[in-house]
Structures are given as structure tokens and as C-alpha cells.
């Protein structure tokens, strides 16, 4: 690169910081966009699993009970 890009007075410099700087917005209101469609995705897909839940009568455990447990991951049994 060339030196005025080192040189945080130069003019060239603030123009490439700026440019980054409009380059991270644009990419960080891309990425709040698409956490917002995640979000709403996953509201979907937990009241859809709580209908579904309702008409098994809660037969299947949740996802965790299932997988032996969050709450005891890493935790040893007493005997």
C-alpha cells in the first residue's frame, strides 16, 4: 500500500477508513436483516412444535429430555 495510506492525516487514508467504515454498515444491516428473518423463522417453528406437541398429548419428550438432558451436560451422576 502506499504510504498515505499509513499516514492518518492524509486525505486518502480518511477516505479509505470511510469507505471501510460504509462497507461494515451496509454488511451490518445485512446481517440484522437476516437475524430478523431467523427470528421470525424460529417463532414459526416453535409454535408449530408446541400445536404439534398439543396433539401428541406431549408423548414426545423435548428436544433436550430427549438428548439426556441440557441442564445435566458435563455433570456425573451420584450413585
Do not use: F, H
Not at 500500500?1 to 461494515?24: H, K, Q, R
Not at 440484522?32 to 414426545?60: D, M
Request: net charge negative; charged share 30%; proline share 6%.
Amino acid at each position: 500500500m502506499p504510504d498515505e495510506y499509513y499516514n492518518p492525516t492524509s486525505p486518502v487514508a480518511s477516505e479509505y477508513v470511510l469507505g471501510l467504515l460504509e462497507e461494515i454498515r451496509a454488511e451490518n444491516v445485512k446481517l440484522k436483516a437476516e437475524n430478523a428473518e431467523l427470528v421470525r423463522r424460529n417463532s414459526e417453528l416453535e409454535t408449530a412444535l408446541r400445536g404439534a406437541q398439543a396433539v401428541l398429548g406431549n408423548a414426545c419428550p423435548p428436544a433436550s429430555d430427549a438428548a439426556g438432558g441440557a441442564k445435566n451436560v458435563g455433570k456425573k451422576e451420584k450413585m
